[in-house]
Every structure is written in C-alpha cells, then in structure tokens.
C-alpha cells in the first residue's frame, strides 16, 4: 500500500517563482522523493550513532550509486549537502528510513550550502576538509606551481564511508583551496587510495602532460581491484577509463589495494607497487595501462602483527650513495597500538627490492600514534615531500569532533642519514611551515631543575603557536617542557637519560577518555622490536589509561651526542615535535579544553640547559 505526503519547505529558495516540493511514496522499506523544481541540494540530517541508510539519485543511468548515510531517527547532529539533478523533477530513494524518522521531517530544500567552522578543534593551519570524514592522502602530485592533495573522502558524515577522493590545491602547502570530489564512489565500489603521475610523453594516450590516477575499486563485489583514471584539466575533473580494471590479482587475494606509480628511468619504464596483505607487489608497465609482475618482498619483515597499506618507494642520497625506500603504513603494528608507518631501506635492480635491515628490525618515520597513509608527491624533482592522516585506527572515527573528521599532519621533508652503520630516513617539518611565524617572542637561555621555570605564551592565544630550543639534558633523569593551561590539563615532552627515551605525555592532555572503547590490554602484548640499534620494547606502560590516554616514545640513539635541537608545532588539536632535523618525529593529537597558554622548564635531577628558547605565534 502506497502513501503519499508532501513535506513543507523549511528554508527560503532562490528561485521563488517555481514552487518546490517533496512528495514522498512508501514501497515497503523504501521512500521513493519525487522533488518538483530542484534546488541544488537537499540537506540531509545525521544521527552519528545510528545505522547506515542507503541513499541514491535516481537519474536512470548506470553511474547511479547508492551511499550508506547515517539519516537521523531521533535527534540531529548535523547536516550535510546531497546533491541533487537539475531539471523539472529529481528523484532520491531511500532504503532503511523508517517513516517516524525525524530525517524526514527536518531535511530541507535549498540552494546553499555552508560551510562556515562550527568544530573548537578546528586545527588553525592543519589541512582539514571543511566538512565530512577524511583519512589517508592519496594522489599527491605538484604541477605548474600547485600542490594537489587528495584525499579518502565522505561527503555524507564525519565517520569512514562512502569513499571518494576529497581534493584541494595549494601555492605554499598551508593556504589550501578546497576544491570539488575529484573521483566518486561509483557501481564498481568504493574510490580507496592511490597515486598520481604526470605523462609528460604521452605514454598512455590520454594526451601530453595528463594527469593519470590509479586507485582501488573496493566493494563485496568484485573485491579490491585497481583502476586508472585520467585528467586533462590539471586534476580538477577525471575520467574514468573505459575498461577498468586494468589491475587483478593473480591469486585472488582480498587485501590487494592503494597502488603506488612512479617512474624508473633505468628500465625507462613505469613501476607500481600494491599492498597485497602482509606484502609488496611490483609490477612495470610501459604504457600505464598493461602491468607485468615482477616480484613480492616484505612477508615477516617489521614490527609484527601487521596489516600492509598506503605503499611508497623512491630513491634518497646519503654521503654519495644511493638507496631506495620503502615506506610501509601498517595496522596494526604501531608500538603503541593501532597504525603506524615503518620504512625499509635497501637497493632496487629493476625487478626486486632488498631490504638492508634483518627482517625484525623495525624503523618508524613518527614514533607518535597519530601519523599513518604517509605517501610522497609527485613531481617535486630533487625534493621528497610527504603528507601523513594524523590520527589511528583504534579511534579515529569517535574523536571528540562532529563537523569534519580527520586532519593532515604538517607536511614533511624526507632526507636519508646513516648512523653506526645502518641508514635511517629523518622526517622534517617542511621548509614552507617557516612562513607561517607571525609573531615572536624570544624567550632566552634558561637553567632549569625540578622547579619548573614557568613561560607565559602570546597574549589572546588560540592554540597555534611553535617552541623551539637546543637542550642539554643532565646526564640522568628526566629534563624537558610541559605545555598547560589554566585548567591544569598538560602535554609533557621529555629527554628520559635513564631509558635512553623521547617521551610525549598525553595522559592529562585534556579530554581523554573517549579512547577506552578499543582495546585498552594491548599493552600486554608488547614484543621486541630493534630500534636505532637497539632492542626495546615496543609498547610502553608510563602511565597507561586507555588507548588515547597514554605517552609514546622514541630511542635517542637515533640523535648524535649530548645536545638536541627541538622543534615543536602545537595547534588546536595536535602537538608534533621534531628532534635534530627529523631524526626523531612525533605526532599526538591533543583536545585541551582550553588552549595551552604557559611553558614550563623542568629536570627532575641536577640541571638541564635550554639555549635560544623561541616562541612563535603560528597562522595562515
């Protein structure tokens, strides 16, 4: 039995000469709308906790695709804009909605959509979309003075799902511009990670200078697939190609995904790499479009469980030798729970990858728990730039935000050095986050003990601000800074001289809690791992409370002598700190309630030196 009901319009449209409205039919479970003069969206209402409706645009076409969206049953959080078909009717259905819903009387008609922030932890000048879920950076290329970030992206909540890839462009790194969804989720699957190359010589046939794309179609379907999409307008639109997919595995594997493309000019040819479970796959093509295996490496090798994702190689120098690195983003496998990236430095002969390192051996670009996806841009000549998700698995989707979920964290520079023998990549701020000091405050030389030599930071304070310093630890206990509010909450980093460690303490860095719906005993199942030279225990009990609330580490055998030099980026929500030009990177998130507005100086025995103390006020 049919029923019918039209829904009053509850906004103002810009065309008022043309009546709009929403007749809804019931079919069993699904509502068909029938939208009579369409506006450009219709704004849909979520409930964050509720389960996912199947939402499509019916234009009769092939394309069609269902999204899963979260429609609101008893109370809204927020809303999001659902694109519409123009012309004289557009038609929606909807699987899943119960006809009490309150998403059924509070969705809305109209011809705007805003996008002003509502979210406190809105980072200030962190990459974030301005509405939406957002998780590993994919497609990374820089061209004709633009960089061009992409994204895992959903339109339809702030929770995984529905993946397109999310696009913005930037001159600096910092100011970005948020452009349309580049590539859409589609009837073959979800739009999960990959890369871009640019085809200077036309290789493929899809024109000089296109941008080519590959990504992992991803559905129950037809499992993980990879697929090629081209752009001829400098990546702001695409085209998917014809017969995709041009990539299957050859064993029916079901984790085979984010393909990784890049160019070796030994062979003159193109190379991919796939994550295929717990291993790398290379394959060559020489028209980006037929691909050849060529070898599998990785199966035992780093920290131990492990899932393999988000795979990148690239070439680095060090003292007149070249290596080639493979960075591995893992989950789990993080030393403190969740995801992680490793990386392995070894040679390439065109065909297999040998690792440098004994199988055990495990080196971590960030020894923070929020920093994973890291892959690199293309086209950047002599320099290596790569942008990490900064948060993990284990919380990632119940972080204390509702507007947007997920940011980038500072982009970084990637370099090579050795030390006792082995090679080690360092991860450096880029050279662009200088531009964003927009004030200073010299702080001096200072000599603390255990009463900390307490800072005032910049006057009218929104959580964006950096310190830098050289320090001179004691030669035991702890020596370091304690960034805090007025509240009392607190992020401590430290120089432990007794354990040989980095220690970033987020355990009373404001809200905390929100973490102990994972898996709060992970820490009894730490293993060995060997680091900077040495053997240590991956994870860490220092005052352990849940999977958020709990301080990570990292070895300082990977610094040279007695001194450091620490630079450390603290936003609304993050805290990143870099040691002796990203021999030692860390990324935590933070959800103070207040911004931090004081530094203390501390060492718990004798003295510790902190010299050319700098405070930076950071913004766009």
């Known amino acids: 039995m049919k029923q019918y009901l039209t829904l009053a319009l509850a906004a103002l449209l810009a065309a008022p000469a ?70 004289p009717v557009a038609t929606v259905k909807i699987v899943g909605m119960d006809k009490d819903d309150i998403a059924l009387k509070e969705m809305k008609l109209s011809d705007t959509w805003s996008v002003k922030n509502t979210d406190y932890y809105r980072p200030i000048y962190h990459h974030t979309p301005s509405y939406g879920w957002m998780n590993d950076a994919n497609g990374l290329f820089y061209k004709d003075g633009e960089w061009h970030l992409y994204y895992q992206y959903n339109p339809y909540g702030s929770k995984w799902g529905n993946m397109h890839w999310g696009h913005a462009v930037s001159t600096d790194l910092f100011h970005w511009k948020e452009l349309p969804a580049a590539i859409a989720r589609d009837p073959m699957g979800h739009i999960f990670s990959g890369s871009s190359v640019i085809d200077h010589d036309n290789c493929s046939g899809f024109g000089k200078d296109a941008v080519v794309s590959f990504y992992t179609s991803a559905s129950t379907k037809n499992g993980q697939i990879q697929c090629l999409a081209y752009s001829n307008d400098n990546g702001r639109t695409f085209t998917k190609y014809w017969d995709n997919p041009i990539l299957t595995p050859f064993d029916g594997l079901a984790d085979f995904r984010d393909p990784k493309v890049f160019w070796y000019p030994d062979k003159k040819a193109w190379y991919m790499i796939v994550s295929a479970d717990k291993e790398m796959r290379f394959y060559r093509s020489h028209d980006l479009i037929d691909w050849t295996y060529l070898s599998g490496w990785g199966k035992g090798y780093g920290a131990q469980p492990n899932q393999f ?17 493979m960075i591995v983003n893992i989950n789990p496998g993080c030393m403190f729970g969740g995801s992680a990236t490793e990386y392995f430095v070894g040679d390439f002969d065109g065909k ?16 923070g728990k929020d920093h994973y996806a890291t892959v690199t841009f293309f086209g950047t000549k002599d320099r290596v730039v790569a942008v ?12 204390p935000i509702k507007q947007y979920r997920g940011a980038n964290a500072l982009p970084r520079e990637l370099s090579l050095f050795e030390k006792d023998g082995e090679y080690y990549v360092a991860a450096n701020a880029a050279r662009e986050v200088k531009n964003l000091r927009k004030e200073t405050k010299a702080l001096g030389n200072i000599t603390a003990g255990t009463e900390k030599d307490k800072k005032a930071l910049f006057a009218n304070n929104d959580g964006a601000f950096e310190i830098e310093y050289d320090i001179t630890p004691g030669k035991s206990g702890q020596a370091g800074i304690e960034l805090f509010n007025d509240k009392g909450e607190k992020t401590k980093l430290y120089f432990d001289q007794d354990l040989g460690k980095l220690v970033m303490d987020r355990t009373e860095s404001g809200l905390v809690k929100f973490g102990e719906k994972a898996v709060p005993h992970e820490i009894e199942k730490a293993h060995d791992v060997r680091m900077g030279g040495k053997k240590m225990r991956a994870l860490n009990s220092i005052n352990y409370k849940n999977d958020f609330a709990l301080a990570t580490w990292a070895p300082l055998s990977l610094c040279n002598g007695k001194n450091y030099h620490v630079d450390v980026y603290i936003d609304k929500c993050s805290v990143e700190v870099f040691v002796d030009g990203g021999r030692i990177a860390m990324t935590n998130l933070v959800f103070p309630t207040a911004p931090y507005n004081n530094v203390g100086f501390y060492a718990t025995k004798g003295k510790a030196k902190f010299n050319n103390v700098k405070a930076y006020k950071l913004g766009l």
């Open 18 to 87: 043309f009546a709009q409205k929403i007749n809804v039919t019931w079919n069993g479970d699904t509502a068909t709308l029938k939208i009579e003069n369409p506006t450009k969206y219709l704004i849909l209402p979520i409930e964050e906790e509720k389960d996912e409706k199947q939402v499509i645009l019916d234009n009769g076409k092939p394309t069609d695709t269902w999204m899963d969206i979260r429609l609101a049953e008893k109370t809204v959080d927020y809303n999001v804009p659902f694109a519409l078909s123009q012309g």
């Open 309 to 325: 994702e988000c795979p990148d190689f690239f070439p680095l120098t060090v003292n007149g030798k070249k290596k080639y690195v």
């Open 352 to 367: 297999t990858f040998k690792c440098d390192d004994k199988p055990e051996v495990a080196k971590f670009l960030d020894y």
């Open 388 to 399: 990490p998700w900064m948060s993990n698995w284990q919380y990632a989707n119940i972080t």
